[in-house]
């Protein structure tokens, strides 16, 4: 940038001026020397003259701006520890926040990648998922119903349909010779990219011709697939894949940014048409009108009114079943007036993250804000106090001459500029905190669908933080200096022997500080206690030693009468690894995210009136499977191997299950069945102690266990597929005496040798299982041990700063105190007695916010109550620890002072 | 009666635009013009105009380059420019209709003392 005129060139003129006038002079009859000397005089000083030239420069301020930055760079130089500590608590605060932000955003607000987001509409909140029956609140339909949707709602521009459960499939590219790996799949109807308006990336988008019966299976690949898997080889579009054994061609590539319709870990990576099911999927789930597997999403016509076509859709919903009452039985087709359907936002896609973590989310961010609030006020503490210290600096600085808009800029310059460097440290931090947040949010996905880097509105957020904090501390210490009088610092301003524990607002900052660190802590506590009682818990199975081997033989296309052979083959054969204790299998293990659940009529009691009465959770198993996972048998027998498809049918049921049916008598030798006409179908033989199968902070539900091979054969058809499919149960559950070395090979090689069409889709251990239950609270319960640390940290930082400096300024009285005879021990009991005072102001003020946190946080808590004193004084003790460890360095330092020294030199 | 009289804020501006209006003119000569034609009642300090200058030059009424003067030395030569002769006009009128003004209200010389 150049200045419109140099100073060069301005003293060139005035020197030109000199001499003419000197030469004018000298024409009048003065002497050289005389007529150089009034020539000057008449101009006056030369320095005032450019320095006013100067001053009135344009671009002066630059150069003061540069001044005063090289001057704060200098300063924060020479004050290593206090530049270090203010950055770091900034860059902690700013980092915290954003990365919490960046998450909360990217799942609770951010709107999907697509086109005009605020015209799509879902049903329901994609958590009900009832797969068959009456749902009440309808989200989930099945093919022929959704099309019944699609075609009859005039309100929507168009409706897609798409699979609620996107499931792995085995997938090989054509004559390559590699093994198929698996990949997660979704079905989506001919529309589903024309109605979010997503054009594919390369090649074209599947569109209706794709989604009809005759035509040949096709798919879009996703680009991250395209890009990690084929390094974006133009070849595979086009190419033919094998998807679970069946040829399917890639017709395109989808957006990078596009993650489908939900976000969850592990998105989908492969798009196939629901009319490639029945060849893909090799169930037909497309042909079965009572199996409902699709969510669906529409773009509504403009200027449509939602309730209108919400409405609309509720009738329709009555309508269809109404049409299928016939084959629905008398029990479902009462409850059809009741059936329900809400219209929402599906802009930002189905909300099952969102239904699942906003809560979790919402408490992180209102702690984080509390850590934003105790970084703001230490960092105020810490420029007040050495705005404070620098104050006979200041008041020399006025007494010489400086402006006090000088000063009070250079003042906000610094803070300015310690906003900035924290704010671009605290970016660091957030990149970093924000990819841990993602990590622990989606455990165990391969791929996660949101970027780790906080996007641009994320940063201008940090950003702003950081500057409006660097502006607003910089107007306290800039303000007091400003009032600071020159005279103070030529009488010596720092003999005062009235000062207090730092300034009032000082003290109040400290008060704050250690009341939010209180709150933080006791919430801490909590959590974590909280989340030891959901781990330690019994849960009726023992976590230790235990494998689950996720199998499904339905798409290795194994018939309904191969499954026993199989079954008893896998056994066989896992048994013979080394280490090896038992080998069973069921339908789901413990904690593996499934539960299949019915409703049961117990023989001699009433059927239930209304779906979900006597809902109970049940299970098929192999023989020796309680023992395999670690359940004790409390009565009875367990499931045994002479349990066969033509012996009695046989079931086993928790304690839940015989206190909730069977109050005051022995459930065993009695009967229940699934609908009225089937009440006599199983026979209790045993009772099995209570285990979580599911949501670890609920009671445990009723659920029965039934031999895997029985089948009953019920009429509703709907009830009939459920029975076929429950026959291919997923889980191997293996315990081990010792765990060999390398289980998961070993097992992976067992399982090539029995079928290698047999995909192993995962190997867990119950460990690990039962851990990825608990990754929100776990996640919630470490940030906020970690945020309570961090503003503790921060307030015991605060509570020192104030007490040095309080010492430093009563250097002279304690210095009269020790000279008049009082102690040492006297001496640090005063400094202790005055930031105590403090302490237990925050104290006092924290309590009722702790106790009100706890109440927030009450439905998150698993047994313990919100109101814990315990916890609560706890907290206390390690906020009054950390308190003494802040103050007696300090309170040592003013014993040790020389009263002779001090009253020299006060 | 032979009082010398300091500028009044704002005054210099206008004389040095009013010097300016017969050529163009440096800085010393400027202040030694203003002082000859108000036959010396008028002192410029010369330690107000170049700041004076320097604001004119900022605002456009006047432009500089380096030249010759009459003696032979370099200089920095003024010249008015046209939004300079506007101004000029402008604050003419105002400052002899200001001068009437005052000088009605102080009535005629013979009367004070």
């Known amino acids: 940038m150049l200045r419109r005129r140099k100073l060069e060139d301005f003293s060139a003129e005035l020197r030109a001026h000199l001499a003419a006038e000197t030469d004018r002079l000298r024409e009048e009859g003065f002497d050289e020397a005389e007529a150089g000397r009034r020539a000057h005089l008449n101009l006056g000083n030369l320095m005032r003259q450019e320095e006013t030239f100067y001053e009135a420069n344009r671009w002066a301020w630059l150069d003061h701006l540069r001044q005063d930055v090289r001057y704060a760079l200098r300063q924060f130089r020479g004050a290593p520890a206090f530049t270090l500590t203010a950055v770091l608590t900034l860059a902690l605060g700013i980092g915290a926040t954003t990365a919490i932000f960046t998450l909360i955003h990217a799942v609770l607000l951010k709107s999907l990648p697509v086109v005009r987001p605020e015209q799509l509409y879902t049903a329901g909140d994609g958590r009900h998922r009832v797969y068959s029956g009456m749902a009440g609140d309808w989200d989930i339909f099945s093919v022929d119903f959704y099309k019944y949707l699609r075609d009859h709602t005039e309100g929507f521009e168009q409706l897609a349909g798409f699979q609620a459960d996107p499931r792995r499939i085995g997938v090989r590219r054509a004559g390559s010779p590699e093994a ?251 990149f970093a905190g924000t990819s841990a947040l993602l990590s622990a949010v989606f455990t165990g996905a391969s791929s996660v669908p949101i970027g780790a880097k906080p996007d641009l509105a994320v940063l201008a957020f940090a950003f702003g933080v950081s500057l409006i904090t660097g502006l607003v501390f910089g107007v306290a210490p800039a303000w007091t200096a400003n009032r600071a009088d020159p005279m103070d610092a030529l009488r010596g301003g720092s003999r005062t022997a009235t000062e207090h524990v730092g300034s009032l607002p000082q003290r109040s900052l400290v008060v704050i500080q250690a009341a939010l660190s209180l709150v933080l802590l006791a919430a801490a506590g909590l959590l974590t206690q909280s989340l030891r009682n959901l781990e330690h818990q019994r849960f009726g199975f023992a976590a230790d030693g235990r494998v689950a081997v996720r199998i499904d033989p339905n798409l290795a296309g194994y018939k309904i009468d191969q499954l026993e052979p199989l079954y008893r083959h896998i056994r066989e054969r896992l048994a013979q690894l080394p280490g090896v204790a038992n080998v069973s299998y069921s339908l789901y293990s413990p904690m593996s995210g499934s539960d299949w659940a019915t409703d049961v009529t117990i023989d001699g009691q009433p059927p239930p009136s209304v779906d979900g009465q006597n809902l109970t959770s049940w299970n098929r198993i192999g023989p020796d499977y309680f023992e395999t996972i670690g359940t004790r048998i409390l009565r009875g027998r367990p499931i045994l191997e002479a349990d066969t498809a033509i012996t009695r049918h046989a079931a086993v049921v928790n304690e839940a299950f015989a206190r909730r049916f069977f109050p005051n008598e022995d459930p065993i030798g009695k009967h229940f069945g699934v609908g009225a006409a089937f009440s006599k179908s199983f026979e209790i033989v045993g009772i099995a ?38 026959l291919y149960v997923n889980d191997i559950v293996m315990r081990f005496g010792v765990r060999p070395e390398s289980l998961e090979d070993e097992i992976r090689r067992a399982f090539a040798e029995i079928d290698p069409n047999l995909t192993v889709i995962r190997i867990q251990t119950f460990d690990t299982q039962v851990q990825s239950q608990f990754s929100q609270e776990t996640l919630i319960a470490r940030l906020t041990s970690l945020f309570g640390l961090t503003a503790l940290l921060l307030a015991s930082i605060g509570l020192y700063g104030v007490t040095s400096y309080s010492v430093a300024r009563r250097t002279r009285e304690i210095g009269i105190r020790v000279a008049l005879g009082a102690d040492r021990r006297s001496v640090v009991a005063m400094v202790l007695r005055n930031a105590y005072g403090l302490v237990a102001i925050g104290l006092v003020l924290g309590i009722p916010f702790a106790v009100a946190m706890g109440r927030v946080m009450g439905s998150r808590l698993y047994g313990i109550s919100w109101y814990n004193p315990a916890i609560l004084l706890g907290a206390g003790v390690i906020l009054a620890a950390f308190a003494l460890v802040a103050t007696i360095v300090p309170a040592r330092r003013a014993a040790s002072l020389d009263p002779v020294e001090t009253l020299r030199d006060g | ?79 008015l420019t046209p939004k300079g002769r506007k101004q000029l006009a402008a604050e003419s009128s105002q400052w002899r209709a200001l001068a009437t003004a005052i000088g009605r209200i102080l009535g005629p010389e013979s009367t004070e003392s």
Not at chain 1, 331 to 345: F, G, M, N, S, V
Request: aromatic fraction near 8%; glycine fraction near 10%.
């Open chain 1, 180 to 430: 198929a790996e698996s990949y997660i799949a979704e079905y989506v109807s001919g529309n589903y990219f024309s109605t979010f308006g997503v054009p594919a990336f390369a090649g074209r988008a599947i569109d209706q011709n794709d989604d009809r019966p005759s035509a040949a299976p096709v798919a879009m690949i996703t680009y991250r697939v395209w890009q990690q898997k084929y390094a974006l080889d133009p070849s595979v579009l086009g190419a033919t894949f094998q998807m679970n054994g069946t040829a399917v061609s890639i017709v395109g590539v989808t957006p990078p940014e596009f993650f489908g319709d939900t976000l969850r870990g592990n998105p989908p990576d492969f798009w196939l048409p629901i009319a490639s099911e029945p060849a893909v999927n090799h169930a037909g789930w497309v042909n079965n009108p009572d199996l409902h597997w699709l969510f669906v999403m529409g773009r509504i016509k403009p200027g449509a009114d939602v309730r209108t076509i919400g409405a609309q859709m509720q009738v329709e919903v009555r309508q269809w079943l109404t049409d299928r009452s016939g084959l629905l039985g008398p029990t479902a087709a009462a409850q059809i007036p009741q059936q329900k359907l809400h219209l929402r936002p599906g802009g930002s896609g189905i909300g099952v993250m969102r239904a699942t973590y906003s809560s979790g989310l919402e408490l992180l961010m209102a702690i984080s804000g509390f850590v934003l609030l105790i970084v703001c006020a230490n960092l105020a503490n810490l420029m007040l106090v050495r705005g404070l210290a620098r104050r006979r600096q200041t008041s020399i600085s006025l007494a010489l001459g400086a402006a006090r808009s000088r000063i009070v800029r250079q003042a906000l310059t610094e803070s300015v500029m310690l906003g900035l460097i924290g704010g671009i440290a605290g970016v660091g931090i957030a």
């Open chain 1, 689 to 726: 102690e209570d285990a979580k199968y599911r949501q670890p902070d609920r009671p445990v539900f009723p659920m029965y266990f039934i031999p895997r091979p029985q089948v009953t054969p019920y009429d509703e058809a709907g009830t009939r597929a459920f029975e076929s499919r429950s």
């Open chain 2, 1 to 79: 009666m032979s009082t010398r009289v300091t500028l009044l804020q704002g005054t210099l501006d206008v004389l040095i635009l009013k010097t300016l209006v017969f050529g163009p003119e440096h800085g010393q000569g400027i202040a030694r013009v203003i002082q000859q034609q108000s036959e010396d009642v008028l002192l410029v300090e010369h330690g107000a105009l170049y700041p004076a200058l320097q604001r004119l030059e900022a605002k456009g009424w006047i432009a500089a380059k380096w030249g010759v003067s009459s003696n032979n030395r370099k200089a920095r030569f003024y010249t």
